[in-house]
């Protein structure tokens, strides 16, 4: 399995998230973390496949739950990406597998698949 480390755990706000525009990766992806949890999105809202944050990188999130579309305002969970509130409620972002290995390194698993 291809994997492509983008960024250190430390990287993304405990309770936040950060946009990546990594090389080889076929689009944007916002990873969201809380604590040692790390997960990653395709940085597409589903509602109207615009992007996620309006200024580039920066993608709200409240009280470590949920992130929300600069466009719609529309509610995601971390855990799932599920659409919780917003014109596109019942939907989810597409999710990108990643994993973050024993040093610390975030890592999108088939990067150059998605």
């Known amino acids: ?4 480390p983008v960024c250190r755990l430390e ?16 689009q ?3 990873l969201v973390r809380r604590g040692a949890s790390v997960w990653a999105y395709v940085n ?5 496949s615009v992007p ?15 992130l929300m579309c600069a466009h719609h305002s529309a509610l995601f969970r971390f855990e799932d990406g599920h659409c919780i509130e917003g014109p596109c409620a019942g939907a ?4 990108v ?9 975030v890592a999108l ?3 150059t698949h998605q």
């Open 52 to 66: 996620l944050d309006f200024e580039p990188g920066e993608v709200a999130c409240y009280r470590a739950q949920v």
């Open 92 to 95: 989810a972002l597409d999710a």
């Open 28 to 30: 944007s992806v916002v």
């Open 97 to 105: 597998k990643v994993a973050v290995d024993a040093a610390g390194w």
């Open 109 to 111: 698993l088939d990067a």
């Open 11 to 26: 990287a993304i706000p405990d309770g936040g998230a950060r946009v990546i525009d990594a090389q080889n990766a076929a």
């Open 1 to 4: 399995m291809e994997t492509l």
């Open 44 to 48: 597409r809202c589903p509602h109207f």
